[in-house]
């Protein structure tokens, strides 16, 4: 990557973005070190202006960023990197440094909640009594929550439908993750469908 450390007194903007959500995550500078050192381990190094050196971001949170794809823009003066965060981005304790009002990507943190939970198997999750019952429930439940949905839409209250509509999400979830697929799948078969 052809960066231009010189145009910008050796330090670039980089923004951080959730590779998932898109989400933007945070702002912070590299120099070339922490540049090549991001590369190296995968993990996003900035340039600390206020400290004047190296950082990594989780070095003391452990809420790493792990770097998914680098982006350069068309001046060679800012990177774009998503990345997959350990925890909370901010130092706060917040998911980003930028105050959205809610989490508009939430369906892709109720993915890794599901996934979770079948990693980590706990008596009292619904997922785990879920997938107990095997794939025929799971499948049984995505089409109950089809047809109340469809009743909702038809016969009932906004609240209602929305209710429903939320309940066929979150079993559709479950069960593509029951047959091993994300919505990242299906997000890239809806757009090329699309083309």
């Known amino acids: 990557m052809n960066i231009d450390f010189d145009k910008t007194n050796g330090l670039v903007p980089v923004v ?36 004047n050196r190296l950082w ?20 060679n003066d800012t990177l774009l990197i998503k990345v997959k965060a350990d925890g909370p ?49 799971i499948a049984q439940k995505v089409g109950e929550e089809g047809v109340e949905t469809v009743i909702a839409a038809l016969a009932e209250t906004e609240t209602d439908l929305i209710n429903e509509a939320s309940d066929l999400v979150f079993h559709l979830l479950v069960l593509l993750r029951e047959k091993n697929l994300s919505l990242d799948v299906i997000a890239k078969n809806l757009e090329s469908r699309h083309r």
Do not use: W
Not at 41 to 51: A, G, L, W, Y
Not at 59 to 75: G, M, R, Y
């Open 89 to 137: 981005t901010c130092h706060t304790g917040d998911r980003s440094c930028f105050k959205t009002s809610y989490n508009q990507n939430f369906i892709f943190e109720l993915q890794n909640v599901i996934n979770n939970r079948y990693d980590n198997p706990s008596e009292e999750s619904y997922v785990n009594k879920l997938r107990k019952k095997g794939l025929n429930k």
């Open 16 to 51: 951080i973005q959730d590779e998932q959500t898109l989400e933007v995550l945070m702002l912070g500078y590299m120099n070339r070190e922490a540049y090549d050192k991001t590369v190296a381990e995968n993990i996003v190094t900035f340039f600390s202006r206020t400290k």
């Open 56 to 75: 990594t971001k989780g070095e003391t949170s452990n809420n790493f960023l792990h770097v998914k794809s680098i982006a350069l823009d068309c001046d």
